[in-house]
């Protein structure tokens, strides 16, 4: 992210004994004549106007005001010795700066009525244009990002919601896997399944960056993207701002931001190449103990791959067959038809352990 300056604006701040808003440069209260206390809050003004007066650019810029270490006399940011007491400013308080005061307001605010004579005035005046009374704030300023904090928010308890959820579900089937029966079953039938995948090289498709393709791809076809951001510009890139915002610069101004960064695009390809992957898979099954692999012919290239075997043992239980399926031929072999087996059996219905029956 890089911060781009949009320029400067004037902000205003409200005097605290006689409650009248103020230009940001102006010192002394326009309505009682109260010096600036020191702890003032300065705000965005009505509406944001970026400042093209040579004179108030100059102002805006020099950094934060200097507060009088004798006299307690607001001077700006480059003066060194106090304009009402010749004191030096070597020693002063700065003002404090970089506050985000809220989104830059471009759209003028609606009319303000006065509230001594009922004339509406726009927003950016100070004093009623009939009867000179000082005029209040219309509405809030606009925060920053009050909209995004309260998504957020709300995204969480949801979160929460689909965590509980998840755990009482997942407790549920805890409790119920746990509450096993006991029973003793005879074997009723034996089944096994052999099977081998068939690896050979043909055409298959895929995506990738250009830069990062096989060199021996042929390319079908190729589409920008975002790949990437960055702070710099680069060769295929686009900038992209956030909303602009006012950020105090101690001196009754503020500058209008924007946070910016470049989106670096890039060809996002699909691709073909010629690479080993199953093509076919040759299987063996039978209803006995002597399970054996299948036997196959490779053409030119073709390779063995993934070697699977499975095997199921039938029991009656109450009237019912329950099935116990394992992948280890050891344990498969022990099955004589007829043999009896001690059964432990879940809330599910699933057999979770078979021990040979004393
Ligand atoms: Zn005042
Ligand atoms: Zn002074
Ligand atoms: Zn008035």
Redesign the pocket.
Known sequence: MTKKSLGYVELEWT?P????RNPGRVKV?S????AQPKDTQFNQAAEDKIITDQEELKQAQVGPDIHCPFCGTRNPGNATTCSNCGGDLTEGEKRETGKVLGAQQTAPSADVLCEYCGTPNPATNFKCSNCGSPLSKAGATVKAQPAAKKRSSTFMIIGILLVLLVCGGFGYMMMKGAQTKSTVAAVQDVSWKRSIVVLGLAPATHEAWRDEMPFDASVNSCSERERSRSSFPSANSEEVCGTPYVVDQGSGFGETVQDCEYIIYDDYCEYTVIELQPVRVVEETGSDLNPFWPQTRLDQGQELGEQTETYRITFIVNGESKVYETENFDEYQRFQLGSKWNLEINGFGKIVRVEPAP
């Open positions: 005097c004994y006689c409650n009248t209260c309505n009682c004549g109260a």
